[in-house]
């Protein structure tokens, strides 16, 4: 497996081969299910508050598009299989056509979209890497109200309030934190590499 370089990933570990891209994979998918535990219901809604978004953000960016996008793959599949890796120790196929289905396959279109502009050199600049947060942001909650709106057959009204809303503050704090500390990050590994 061969990842394109640019990525946070690529500049720490320069020669990657199956068995690294295999544990950076693993890992991901860990994060990605212990964020995901971090699930607090918001009422009226059937989408809780997870800290799974941060996770995503910073794979997505960190890892670069190929390899992000695999582990976000084999996240899915993992817990379409049975593993217990999505909110409330959940799995299955219904997770993905249910109501929370759109803002994981948002998700998944994040994690790549975020590893292409990684690939680019736009996490390593604050005035680059906060904007890419948000995009990610956008992508995820513009998938996932437009299919709980689709999946429940409810107003706007309503889906923008159980789908959108409740999560604005949450998803300011994550953007700020993964739009910062990557380019933190950055100017510690390319120092050390000096």
Same mark, same amino acid.
């Given at each position: 497996?061969?990842?394109?370089?640019?990525?946070?990933?690529?500049r720490v570990m320069p020669r990657?081969?199956?068995?690294?891209?295999i544990a950076l994979i693993s890992?991901?998918?860990?994060?990605?299910?212990?964020?995901?535990?971090? $699930?607090?219901?918001?009422?009226?809604?059937?989408?809780?508050? #997870? &800290?799974?978004? %941060?996770?995503?953000? +910073? @794979?997505? *960016?960190?890892?670069?598009?190929?390899?992000g996008l695999a582990t976000f793959?084999?996240?899915?599949?993992?817990?379409?299989?049975?593993?217990?890796?999505?909110?409330? $120790?959940?799995?299955?196929?219904?997770?993905?056509?249910?109501? #929370? &289905?759109?803002? %994981?396959?948002?998700? +998944? @279109?994040? *994690?790549?979209?975020?590893?292409?502009?990684?690939?680019?050199?736009?996490?390593?600049?604050?005035?680059?890497?906060?904007?890419?947060?948000?995009?990610?942001?956008?992508?995820?909650?513009?998938?996932?109200?437009?299919?709980?709106?689709?999946?429940?057959?409810?107003?706007?009204?309503?889906?923008?309030?159980?789908?959108?809303?409740?999560?604005?503050?949450?998803?300011?704090?994550?953007?700020?934190?993964?739009?910062?500390?990557?380019?933190?990050?950055?100017?510690?590994?390319?120092?050390?590499?000096?």
């Amino acid at each position: 497996m061969t990842f394109a370089a640019g990525s946070l990933r690529a500049r720490v570990m320069p020669r990657s081969s199956a068995i690294s891209n295999i544990a950076l994979i693993s890992g991901g998918v860990l994060l990605l299910a212990a964020s995901a535990q971090i $699930a607090i219901p918001v009422p009226g809604s059937p989408v809780p508050v #997870t &800290g799974q978004t %941060l996770g995503v953000l +910073l @794979i997505g *960016t960190s890892y670069g598009s190929g390899i992000g996008l695999a582990t976000f793959a084999i996240y899915l599949l993992a817990g379409i299989v049975g593993a217990p890796v999505f909110a409330g $120790a959940s799995f299955g196929i219904e997770k993905i056509t249910g109501a #929370t &289905g759109g803002y %994981l396959i948002g998700m +998944l @279109i994040t *994690t790549y979209v975020l590893g292409l502009l990684a690939n680019r050199r736009f996490d390593q600049k604050f005035l680059t890497a906060l904007p890419s947060m948000l995009l990610g942001n956008l992508i995820i909650f513009s998938c996932g109200i437009i299919w709980l709106h689709h999946f429940t057959g409810k107003d706007w009204t309503w889906t923008i309030n159980a789908g959108l809303t409740p999560f604005i503050v949450g998803e300011i704090l994550k953007i700020a934190i993964a739009g910062t500390s990557l380019p933190i990050l950055w100017r510690l590994v390319n120092a050390k590499k000096q």
